[in-house]
C-alpha cells in the first residue's frame, strides 16, 4: 500500500489539534473548578467547544491521514478549523478586548488549518488521479 501525499501534512497537524484540544479542555475545567467568578463563562464555553472541535479534528485527521477516499472530508474539516479560528479570535477580541490574545488565536489557528487543508487537498488530488 503507497502512502498518501498529504499524509505528514495530516498527521503533525493532527497530533497539534489533539494537544491544543486537550490543553483547552483542561485550561477551561480549571478556570470553571478553581475560579468561576474570575472568568468569563461565555469565552470558557466558547474555548471548550472549539477544544472539542480541535480533538476530533485531530483524531480523524490521523486515522484518515493515508486514505484518499475520505480527503474530501478532511478538507471541509479543515474550512471549519480555519472558519472557527477566524470567529473565535473575533469572539476573543469582542468579549476580552486583548487584541495579543486575539491575534494568537487567528495565526495559530489560521497556520493549522491552512497545512490540514494542503494535506487533505494533496490526498485529494491523489484521488483525482486514480
Known amino acids: 500500500m503507497t502512502q498518501a501525499p498529504g499524509r505528514v501534512f495530516i498527521i503533525v497537524t493532527g497530533i497539534f489539534y489533539i494537544i491544543l484540544g486537550v490543553l ?6 480549571n478556570t470553571i473548578v478553581f475560579g468561576l467568578l474570575e ?3 461565555v469565552h470558557d464555553v466558547v474555548i471548550f467547544a472549539q477544544s472539542c472541535l480541535f480533538l476530533f479534528t485531530g483524531i480523524v485527521g490521523i486515522k484518515h491521514c493515508n486514505s484518499v477516499s475520505e480527503a474530501s472530508f478532511l478538507k471541509k474539516l479543515a474550512l471549519v478549523n480555519i472558519a472557527a479560528a477566524l470567529a473565535m479570535s473575533a469572539f476573543t477580541f469582542a468579549i476580552l478586548p486583548q487584541l495579543v490574545t486575539a491575534l494568537y488565536e487567528l495565526f495559530s489557528g489560521l ?4 497545512l490540514f487543508l494542503v494535506g487533505a487537498s494533496k490526498n485529494e488530488a491523489a484521488n483525482l488521479k486514480t
Open 24 to 29: 483547552g479542555m483542561i485550561l477551561v475545567l
Open 39 to 41: 472568568t468569563n463563562i
Open 111 to 114: 497556520a493549522l488549518g491552512i
